[in-house]
């Protein structure tokens, strides 16, 4: 049996193919962050379980969130839950802080679970400093998720080019993560993953080769020379403010 699970676990595609969305926001993230200047003042809204406080130590880091998700026990897309320290536990269309409070304010994966998203926007630049940095990520496609506090997807580039102009907010930077080939890849992953949870009898050997390790890390490679965005799984947003 231990020869059969070492056999299984090499014929699965690697963490990079597999979370590549994940990996490719958090490396975003901390490349923005090592450019800060110590004691910037950084609001981390939505921040749930503080996956970036490490991140903004050199920073004045506080964070934000509703602190009401109890973690996911069913279905696909299972997930235990703990929060970490939040600062400010509220509403984010009312976060208790004066205006132009924050020299940066990161919400990353956020707007897809308030029902107000227009407003959550309105609200973040409220809190922003004039010619400070908003650092936005969310994505255009995804599965239901950290139920029930999912209420949308598809935020296009459209959606940043409309609403952040409103709101004060000029995009200096916008990229896609990953193009249909590396989103391919890590559905046929799960594809896999499914199988062997909840028919194993379905998925052969070569079955299991194709769909979790061979296919995955061919199309993973060939996603930049191959590059179609209309497939992507998100967006990584930067804008700054406009000052008064």
């Given at each position: 049996?231990?020869?059969?699970?070492?056999?299984?676990?090499?014929?699965?595609?690697?963490?990079?193919?597999?979370?590549?969305?994940?990996?490719?926001?958090?490396?975003?993230v901390a490349d923005k962050a090592s450019k800060l200047k110590q004691g910037v003042k950084v609001l981390d809204a939505g921040a749930g379980e503080c996956q970036y406080a490490p991140l903004f130590r050199h920073c004045d880091y506080k964070t934000?969130?509703?602190?009401?998700?109890?973690?996911?026990?069913?279905?696909?897309?299972?997930?235990?839950?703990?929060?970490?320290?939040?600062?400010?536990?509220?509403?984010?269309?009312?976060?208790?802080?004066?205006?132009?409070?924050?020299?940066?304010?990161?919400?990353?994966?956020?707007?897809?679970?308030?029902?107000?998203?227009?407003?959550?926007?309105?609200?973040?630049?409220?809190?922003?400093?004039?010619?400070?940095?908003?650092?936005?990520?969310?994505?255009?496609?995804?599965?239901?998720?950290?139920?029930?506090?999912?209420?949308?997807?598809?935020?296009?580039?459209?959606?940043?080019?409309?609403?952040?102009?409103?709101?004060?907010?000029?995009?200096?930077?916008?990229?896609?993560?990953?193009?249909?080939?590396?989103?391919v890849a890590q559905e046929l992953s799960r594809v896999g993953r499914v199988l062997e949870e909840r028919a194993p009898i379905k998925l052969s050997l070569f079955l299991r080769y194709a769909l979790m390790c061979r296919i995955p890390k061919y199309?993973?490679?060939?996603?930049?020379?191959?590059?179609?965005?209309?497939?992507?799984?998100?967006?990584?947003?930067?804008?700054?403010?406009?000052?008064?």
């Open positions: 049996m231990q020869i059969l699970n070492k056999l299984l676990n090499k014929l699965r595609a690697p963490d990079e193919v597999v979370n590549f969305n994940a990996r490719t926001r958090n490396a975003w934000q969130d509703f602190s009401q998700y109890a973690g996911t026990p069913s279905g696909i897309l299972t997930e235990g839950w703990k929060y970490g320290k939040i600062d400010y536990v509220c509403d984010i269309l009312s976060i208790p802080v004066p205006d132009e409070s924050f020299d940066v304010v990161l919400c990353t994966e956020v707007l897809e679970h308030v029902p107000r998203p227009i407003e959550t926007i309105k609200e973040l630049s409220r809190v922003l400093a004039g010619g400070g940095t908003l650092l936005l990520t969310a994505p255009l496609s995804s599965a239901i998720h950290q139920q029930p506090y999912h209420y949308y997807g598809g935020y296009s580039p459209f959606f940043y080019k409309k609403f952040l102009p409103e709101f004060g907010l000029d995009i200096t930077e916008i990229k896609p993560i990953g193009g249909l080939m590396k989103h199309l993973a490679k060939i996603d930049d020379e191959i590059f179609v965005e209309e497939f992507t799984v998100g967006y990584m947003i930067e804008a700054k403010k406009r000052s008064k």
